[in-house]
């Protein structure tokens, strides 16, 4: 609901009354009825006025807002600079950057920063920043429809049935998601083929990205605790197998 601009972009009818008459799309800006906003086209444009940052944004909107074809700008530079100078570092991912130097680049990149800037950073703060870019996002990077179809496939014993019901599980996300997974999990893979160097093997990425790549509508203590082991099986399961998973 919002108060003023009394035309419908839609229909071009008055919206009568002065407020709760009508919805605003908080990414383009348009304004309709209420029963007009569920005819209203669903693949509008972001407007920058509107969005003003990239950080804790809905992952499509980033997307279409950059202008990228699959996977937010930020996220495909982080995984580029890290992959051409940082796969041997120990701890990659597992060690925090400097706060102050993770949030100065994240006001960067909310800025509009060129991608660039980024090349220079510390190995440690562009994977922190890669982590709170995901952490940040208001729909899970597993949505939450999916989340339950990822978990259920962790009870299958018989691999090709696991399999098939991960992809099934995977073609139930929206398309940046499914891409930005299917880039995530890749990258992560990479990673972990030098765990002999890094220390971080497959396992030990899925216990640092599990609970921030899967989260419950609903988070409580009990919730949380109770998937946990679920969610790094999962997350395992997607970084070892992602080239067949994703073909």
């Known amino acids: 609901t919002y108060y003023g601009f009394p035309f419908c972009d839609y229909c071009s009818n008055y919206v009568w009354g002065l407020s709760q008459q009508g919805c605003q799309c908080v990414d383009c800006g348009q304004n309709c009825h209420h029963q007009c906003a569920e005819q209203a086209p669903l693949d509008c444009k972001p407007s920058a006025k509107l969005i ?13 807002m950059n202008h990228t074809e699959n996977i937010p700008a930020v996220l495909h530079k982080c995984f580029h600079v890290i992959e051409k100078s940082g796969l041997e570092k120990q701890g990659i991912y597992r060690v925090n950057g400097s706060h102050d130097d993770i949030l100065r680049y994240k006001e960067m990149m909310d800025k509009n920063a060129n991608l660039s800037v980024l090349e220079s ?7 922190s920043l890669t982590k709170m870019f995901l952490r940040e996002l208001p729909m899970p990077l597993i949505t939450y429809d999916a989340y339950q179809p990822f978990i259920n496939g962790n009870s299958l014993f018989d691999h090709d049935n696991r399999v098939r019901q991960t992809k099934n599980a995977i073609r139930m996300l929206p398309s940046c998601h499914f891409f930005t ?28 990205f599990g609970p921030t ?6 988070l409580t203590a009990e919730n949380m605790m109770a998937d946990l082991n679920a969610q790094k099986s999962v997350m395992k399961f997607l970084i070892d197998h992602c080239w067949r998973l994703f073909a």
Do not use: P, Y
């Open 52 to 64: 003003t940052k990239v950080f804790g944004v809905d992952l499509t909107t980033v997307v279409m």
């Open 121 to 127: 950073a510390d190995l440690f703060v562009l994977c």
């Open 213 to 218: 790549v899967f989260r419950t509508e609903v």
């Open 181 to 208: 997974l299917r880039a995530l999990t890749q990258h992560l893979n990479t990673v972990s083929k030098m765990s002999d160097k890094n220390q971080m093997t497959a396992e030990n990425l899925a216990i640092v």
